[in-house]
């Protein structure tokens, strides 16, 4: 699908995510740190390079949370919190990738 007849292609998914499940996810606790702000949503963005992107975060002054981590499922994934309080993803989901 080109973006010539107005549409996007890729995915688009909503979710809700509890804190206590990105806490989890973060920090393999429940609770989110005192230390940190709470997040107000979260989002996710699927990229090319993800050692390459964390690199980048990471050297921009960003602390990330969860650096480029193989989930279970098999989904890697940087996470960080922004400054306007969005805990940001970075993911490479290999089964949403078109194959070759």
Known sequence: ??????????VKHFALW?????AASCFGVNEWPEE???PQG????EVEDIA??????ASNGYQLLVNNRVEPWGQTVTR???PEGILTGLTVTPWLRASN
């Open 36 to 38: 940190l702000n709470i």
């Open 80 to 82: 960080f919190l922004s």
């Open 52 to 57: 390459e992107a964390s690199v980048h975060l």
């Open 18 to 22: 509890p804190l206590t499940q990105a």
């Open 1 to 10: 699908m080109s973006t010539e007849d107005g549409e996007l292609g890729g």
């Open 42 to 45: 979260w989002i996710e963005f």
